[in-house]
């Protein structure tokens, strides 16, 4: 079955940096579009990026671009969100997802997440 799971979450100082890592197992991860969310306390869901199956085309919400880069190593079944200048407005519980065949982006339709790992960006 699909299993996505994210690690590399923490507490970092307002500026600071980390990178988020999903390892995905169960389906062929190089035949699919993937995405990051995030869904910070008391608020909705919120597209934070997508990557193409072969990782040629990203894509951001406005709010990350210039500081969050995904990527993936398709040979390690593994996604990445790296990100920087964080602030405290970025923290939140973050996921990966499998976004589904087909899909538009953005934001793209997904079927699979993980279980997410918090981010906290705290002084």
């Known amino acids: 079955q699909v299993q996505l799971v994210e690690s590399g979450g923490g507490l970092v100082q307002p500026g600071g940096s980390l990178r988020l890592s999903c390892a995905a197992s169960?389906?062929?991860?190089?035949?699919?579009?993937m995405s990051w969310v995030r869904q910070a306390p008391g608020k909705g869901l919120e597209w934070v990026s997508y990557i193409s199956s072969e990782g040629g085309s990203t894509y951001y919400a406005a709010s990350m671009r210039g500081r969050f880069t995904i990527s993936r190593d398709n040979a390690k079944n593994t996604l990445y969100l790296q990100m920087n200048s964080l602030k405290p407005e970025d923290t939140a519980v973050y996921y990966c997802?499998?976004?589904?065949?087909?899909?538009?982006?953005?934001?793209?339709?997904?079927?699979?997440w993980g279980q997410g790992t918090q981010v906290t960006v705290s002084s």
């Open positions: 997802a499998k976004d589904l065949p087909g899909s538009t982006c953005c934001p793209p339709t997904t079927d699979y």
């Open positions: 169960g389906f062929t991860f190089s035949s699919y579009a």
